[in-house]
């Protein structure tokens, strides 16, 4: 659709310009707000007529603006923030902070978005923040932030430990500014005892055959076994006497 701005749209035009926008945006914002008109035969017709007075009325609107800017620029407001030992704050001072200092103490009325802030205000000390009232008109707005108390000491970030070699240690040469490494000597293994021979020399030296074969049960465990009580021998002894004769 196109529409004849009254007013200057970002991203769309100046006033007096006719533009050509979505219709929907021009339906639910443009319209209604009364920043554009529809651009259709009669609208068109008045365009010059309508096109002196938004003229006029930019020349009044910049009147106006330098008048504020006289008043404004150089003003100075402060804050006090709790901060820490390098000056940084334990927060931050935003635009909104802003407009509400000078309303409280200078009592203007501002635009938060009209403050041109890269980023909110976290450092102790005089800040110069601009403040763009009209296109080519600006004015300086000072912002002291103090320190409120002492300043807070800041504690150091935990060092990160890198992955260390087990057997060598990093070691600067403060003479030549090389690295060096030195290598932590291993533990020394203990020799066999000559006295005992191998486990494979003690099998094949001394078991035989027979005895190679492994334990089982507890004996493999290395429970210790009770000792066996001796058999009892339960066949009847024989008597001393010799048998009767039968025939007697």
Not at 64 to 74: C, E, F, H, S, V
Not at 233 to 246: F, H, K, Q, R, Y
């Amino acid at each position: 659709m196109k529409v004849i701005l009254l007013e200057d749209v970002v991203g769309a035009g100046h006033a007096g310009d006719v533009v050509e926008v979505a219709n929907g945006y021009a339906r639910n914002k443009l319209l209604p707000s009364g920043i554009a008109i529809e651009a259709n035969k009669t609208n068109m017709k008045t365009l010059e007529h309508r096109r002196a007075k938004i003229a006029a009325k930019k020349t009044a609107d910049k009147e106006m603006a330098q008048i504020l800017a006289d008043k404004l620029d150089g003003k100075q407001i402060g804050f006090t923030a709790k901060a820490g030992e390098s000056g940084k704050l334990f927060g931050s001072i935003t635009a909104a902070d802003i407009v509400t200092s000078v309303k409280e103490n200078l009592g203007f009325e501002l635009d938060r978005r009209k403050f041109i802030l890269d980023s909110p205000l976290k450092e102790i000390g005089l800040h110069d923040v601009r403040y763009r009232i009209y296109p080519g008109v600006e004015a300086i707005v000072k912002v002291r932030i103090s320190a409120d108390g002492e300043l807070v000491a800041e504690e150091a970030p935990p060092e990160e430990e890198g992955p260390r070699d087990t057997y060598a240690d990093e070691v600067l040469d403060a003479d030549e500014g090389e690295t060096m490494y030195t290598v932590a000597p291993k533990a020394a293994e203990e020799p066999a005892d000559e006295d005992e021979p191998a486990e494979e020399d003690r099998r094949g030296d001394i078991l035989s055959p027979a005895d190679e074969e492994e334990p089982v049960g507890d004996a493999v465990l290395g429970v210790p076994q009770e000792a066996e009580e001796p058999a009892v021998d339960e066949t009847p002894e024989a008597d001393d006497e010799p048998p009767a004769d039968e025939n007697d």
